[in-house]
C-alpha cells in the first residue's frame, strides 16, 4: 500500500495526538499506559486513522517517534499488548518478533496450539518407537500425520521436552 494510499501520521500531528491521549491514562512514564477503547481479541488497542482501523501501539509509536518503515513490527518491551507508552515501544522485523515472543513463552507449543495434531502421550510413543526402531513412515501412517512431522518431533523441532530425547 502506497503512502498516498494510507498516509502515515507524523510526530506533530497534535490533532490526532488530541485524540489519542483521550484513551491513554498517562501516569508514570516507567509503567505500561494501558489502552482505554476498544481491542481486538489478542488485546492490542484499536484506533481509528485516516478511514481505518490501526493498532494504538503503532500509532503511538507513529506519533511520539516517526514512520514506521513498511513490513517492519512494533515490538513490546513490556510484552503487554494494551500498552501504548511510546518508551516501551520499538521497532524490529518479523524475526525480531518471533524471537521475542520464544524467548518470552508466549508460544503456544504442543498440547497447548490449537492446531496441534499429536497428544504428548503420542509424541512420547513416537521417541520410544524410533528408539525401538520403528521407522518414521511407519510411525506417520499409526499416528496420522506426514513423515515430516515424525522427523521434527524426533530432531526436537516440535515437542521439545516431551518424552524420549532425540
Not at 510411525?139 to 518431533?153: D, E, L, P
Request: charged residues 25%; positive net charge; hydrophobic residues 30%.
Amino acid at each position: 500500500m502506497s503512502l498516498r494510499e494510507y498516509p502515515e501520521v507524523i510526530q506533530g500531528d497534535e490533532r490526532t495526538a488530541a485524540r489519542f491521549r483521550k484513551f491513554v491514562p498517562t501516569t508514570d512514564p516507567s509503567q505500561c499506559w494501558e489502552w482505554q477503547s476498544v481491542r481486538n481479541p489478542s488485546g492490542y488497542g484499536k484506533f481509528w486513522l485516516n478511514g481505518r482501523t490501526d493498532l494504538a501501539h503503532r500509532v503511538s509509536y507513529k506519533l511520539h517517534h516517526g514512520p514506521i518503515p513498511p513490513g517492519i513490527h512494533v515490538r513490546h518491551t513490556c510484552d503487554n499488548p494494551p500498552c501504548v507508552n511510546p518508551s516501551h515501544l520499538l521497532l524490529g522485523t518479523g524475526k525480531d518478533n518471533a524471537r521475542d515472543a520464544l524467548e518470552r513463552g508466549r508460544y503456544r507449543r504442543g498440547a497447548s496450539n490449537g492446531r496441534a495434531k499429536l497428544t504428548p502421550q503420542q509424541v512420547s510413543e513416537i521417541r520410544t518407537g524410533w528408539h525401538r526402531g520403528e521407522t518414521q513412515v511407519s510411525m506417520a501412517r499409526r499416528f496420522g500425520v506426514s513423515r515430516s512431522a515424525i522427523q521434527w518431533v524426533l530432531n526436537g523441532q516440535n515437542w521439545a521436552g516431551i518424552g524420549e530425547t532425540p
